[in-house]
């Protein structure tokens, strides 16, 4: 088993920044790919950013590409989330998953994940 813990979620303006973070125990973390997702009311939880268990190979959704910035550091069992110039459209709860992921093309979807954070709020206002 892993636990996912999420963090540093909130209410920004248009324009703004934050920087999520994800706390995991249990298993090795560096064993496990790790990635982000996200939900907004009424639509489906939708691929964010993923991140390979060497660091080497990052994904991103493409209207995400160049303002967020997923990072992992396997030395503390943790992974960010760096968000800059966010928008409106990026209101969502946001969450964080760990997988034993072979192929990297299954990143975009959520059932290839194995454990799931609750997840943390990020309200960015116009």
């Known amino acids: 088993q892993v636990q996912l813990v999420e963090s540093g979620g909130g209410l920004v303006q248009a324009g703004g920044s934050l920087r999520l973070s994800c706390a995991a125990s249990g298993r090795t973390f560096s064993n496990y790919a790790m990635g982000w997702f996200r939900q907004a009311p009424g639509k489906e939880r939708e691929f964010v950013a993923a991140?390979?268990?060497?660091?080497?190979?990052?994904y991103y959704l493409d209207s995400v590409k160049g303002r967020f910035t997923i990072s992992r550091d396997n030395a503390k069992n943790t992974v960010y989330l760096q968000m800059n110039s966010l928008k409106p459209e990026d209101t969502a709860v946001y969450y964080c998953?760990?997988?034993?992921?072979?192929?990297?093309?299954?990143?975009?979807?959520?059932?290839?994940?194995?454990?799931w954070g609750q997840g943390t709020q990020v309200t960015v206002s116009s």
């Open positions: 998953a760990a997988g034993d992921i072979s192929y990297s093309a299954s990143y975009g979807y959520p059932q290839f994940w194995d454990y």
């Open positions: 991140i390979s268990w060497n660091v080497h190979d990052t």
